[in-house]
């Protein structure tokens, strides 16, 4: 699970667990959902963020 910069797990407007974090590069940080994470990946990914997936955890 992905937990903000205060050690606290953020939820997304959808409400489910975080398990994405996207790092920006000014260092700020974005936590989504798996679908959600997915879903903006690209364009994250494309702004520079550093993507961190922990969606494997899912299946644990």
Do not use: W
């Not at 606290?8 to 590069?25: D, E, F, K, M, N």
Request: net charge negative; glycine share 14%.
């Amino acid at each position: 699970m992905v937990g903000g910069s205060d050690g606290r797990t953020q939820r997304g407007s959808c409400g489910a667990q975080a398990y994405i974090r996207a790092v920006l590069p000014n260092g700020s940080d974005l936590v989504f959902c798996a679908h959600h994470g997915r879903e903006h990946e690209a364009a994250l990914a494309a702004a520079g963020a550093e993507i961190r997936d922990e969606t494997e955890k899912l299946d644990a």
